[in-house]
Structure formats: structure tokens, C-alpha cells
């Protein structure tokens, strides 16, 4: 399944800082209490290299007070982890990590998958795997270890559910009962809305592949082009009069709630 990967490229130090900086810092919030365990999330970063887990992209929210203690999500790839597609489709297995300094987080581990064709990142939804985290006062290497080897033990299982995905052929109806229930992820629809009652949106234009290797009428293929204009916000709606264009997820918080709402609505149509 796996296969080793020249090409994949970490981000240094340097470039984690700059784009990160709160991962490095030293000292929590100052409105921590006594007993709060500071564990910097750069002790993270150098324990989980020691596991061949290195750093691809680095983000945190903006923050007005107390910047450098805010949430901040780190993604990691190992190069000896690559799933190569019969049909082409190179897919990376990611570990997103989750933190804060501000006593209201502990570490939080999801898994993700990278699509090489798209330079596309979708978010497996906790229900595949659970919620991994550990706690700041019980952080140690050997729990990061073990934490990490149930994320790629169940991998098979994610792999599975991709697979899943591209034998699931989809009739025309059912593409389009797909597409509303992943836009309601995005306008956040309450259950006894319908996003087409609220919002003029044209399905058939909201459905159009963007790219040649996204064509086809499987699960997988009809996802990934929903997933990509959806957090990418590349498709226009009507609301009441106005024509508006989406606006593109750059809130990392947004993005992860998105994307394991877009997974889990996806499974919904998998044989």
C-alpha cells in the first residue's frame, strides 16, 4: 500500500515559526491556573520527526489578546506512508494536530488525506477513528508513540472508505441530493431547512469538474469536486437578489468542522 516519496517537502523551523509563531512559544496565558502543564507545541513537532512525521503546513487563528497563546493546527506527512491509486490518484494519509496555550485545549489528533492530483485536503471525520488527544499534563513521548500507531493502524480502515467511494457509482439524482446536503455544511442550514429553498444555486454548475482527472460519475470523484468548490468557495449563489460569490475557508476551525460534516455526509452514499 505504501510507497516512499522523494518529493515530499517539510517546512523548516523557520518556516514554521513564521507562519505559526504561537507553536514556539515558552509560556502560556497568563490566565492559566497553578496546576496547568505547559507543554509547548514545538515539543511536539521534534518528537513527532523522531517518528518520521515531519511538518507540511502550519497555521493559527488571529488573535487581539494574548497573541502567541491561541489555537494553532499543525499538519504532518511521513514519507514512508503514500497511497498510489491504480488509477493514478496519489493520496498522502495526514496527521493534523491541534493545539493552544490558553488552558482550554489539549492536543488533538485527527486524520486527513492529501490528494496530489488537486493539491486537496479533506478532513476524515471523527467517527472513523474516534477522538485522539492527550492532555498536556499527561504528555509524553510514549503516549505520542502509542497515540500515532493507533492513527496508522487504522488507516486500512480510511483507505477502505476511499475505496468505497470510487466503486459507488452515482446516479444523476443522487449527485444532486450530495451536492445539496454538502452545501448545507457550508450555509449551516438547520434540519428542517433546505438549502435550494434559501439559496438559488445552479447544481449542475456546482457539479462541473474543474479538472479532467475529477470526471466521472463515482462517489469519490463527484466528492472531491463538491469538497474542493465548497471550501475553496468557487461557485456563485443567489440570495434574495443578489448574486454573491463564496467566499474561500481560510479559519482553520471552519475548514476541519467542514470538512469532517463533508466526509460524513459523503459515507452516507457509499455501498
Given at each position: 500500500m505504501a510507497t516512499y516519496s522523494k518529493d515530499m517537502k517539510f517546512m523548516s523551523t523557520e518556516e514554521i515559526k513564521k507562519a505559526c509563531p504561537s507553536a514556539y512559544?515558552?509560556?502560556?496565558?497568563?490566565?492559566?491556573?497553578?496546576?496547568?502543564?505547559?507543554?509547548?507545541?514545538?515539543?511536539?513537532?521534534?518528537?513527532m520527526e523522531k517518528l518520521g512525521w515531519g511538518v507540511v503546513d502550519?497555521?493559527?487563528?488571529?488573535?487581539?489578546?494574548?497573541?502567541?497563546?491561541?489555537?494553532?493546527?499543525?499538519?504532518?506527512?511521513n514519507t514512508d506512508i503514500v497511497v498510489e491509486g491504480k488509477d493514478g490518484d496519489t493520496v498522502y494519509p495526514q496527521v493534523i494536530v491541534t493545539n493552544s496555550h490558553d488552558g482550554?485545549?489539549?492536543?488533538?489528533?485527527?486524520?486527513?488525506?492529501?490528494?496530489?492530483?488537486?493539491?486537496?485536503?479533506?478532513?476524515?471525520?471523527?467517527?472513523?477513528?474516534?477522538?485522539?488527544?492527550?492532555?498536556?499534563m499527561g504528555?509524553?513521548?510514549?503516549?505520542?508513540?502509542?497515540?500515532?500507531?493507533?492513527?496508522v493502524e487504522q488507516l486500512p480502515l480510511t483507505i477502505e472508505s476511499m475505496n468505497k467511494f470510487k466503486n459507488t457509482e452515482l446516479a444523476e439524482k443522487q449527485k444532486?441530493?450530495?451536492?445539496r446536503k454538502a452545501l448545507e455544511t457550508r450555509f449551516d442550514v438547520q434540519k428542517e431547512q433546505k438549502v435550494d429553498k434559501i439559496y438559488q444555486i445552479d447544481l449542475d454548475e456546482f457539479l462541473k469538474p474543474v479538472r479532467k482527472e475529477d470526471e466521472g460519475d463515482n462517489l469519490?470523484?463527484?466528492?472531491?469536486?463538491?469538497?474542493?468548490?465548497?471550501?475553496?468557495?468557487?461557485?456563485?449563489?443567489?440570495?434574495?437578489?443578489?448574486?454573491r460569490k463564496a467566499r474561500k475557508i481560510k479559519n482553520f476551525r471552519q475548514d476541519l468542522k467542514v470538512n469532517e460534516k463533508l466526509f460524513s455526509v459523503a459515507k452516507e452514499f457509499a455501498i
Open positions: 512559544t515558552t509560556k502560556p496565558s497568563q490566565d492559566v491556573s497553578k496546576y496547568y502543564t505547559h507543554i509547548p507545541t514545538y515539543q511536539i513537532i521534534e518528537d502550519a497555521k493559527e487563528v488571529k488573535a487581539r489578546k494574548y497573541v502567541g497563546t491561541q489555537k494553532h493546527m499543525l499538519t504532518f506527512r482550554k485545549n489539549s492536543f488533538k489528533f485527527q486524520c486527513g488525506l492529501y490528494r496530489l492530483v488537486c493539491s486537496n485536503g479533506l478532513v476524515v471525520a471523527d467517527a472513523e477513528f474516534g477522538k485522539l488527544r492527550i492532555t498536556h504528555y509524553n513521548f510514549e503516549t505520542l508513540q502509542e497515540t500515532i500507531k493507533n492513527i444532486y441530493d450530495l451536492a469519490w470523484s463527484v466528492f472531491n469536486v463538491i469538497q474542493e468548490k465548497i471550501v475553496e468557495g468557487d461557485f456563485e449563489y443567489i440570495s434574495g437578489t443578489r448574486l
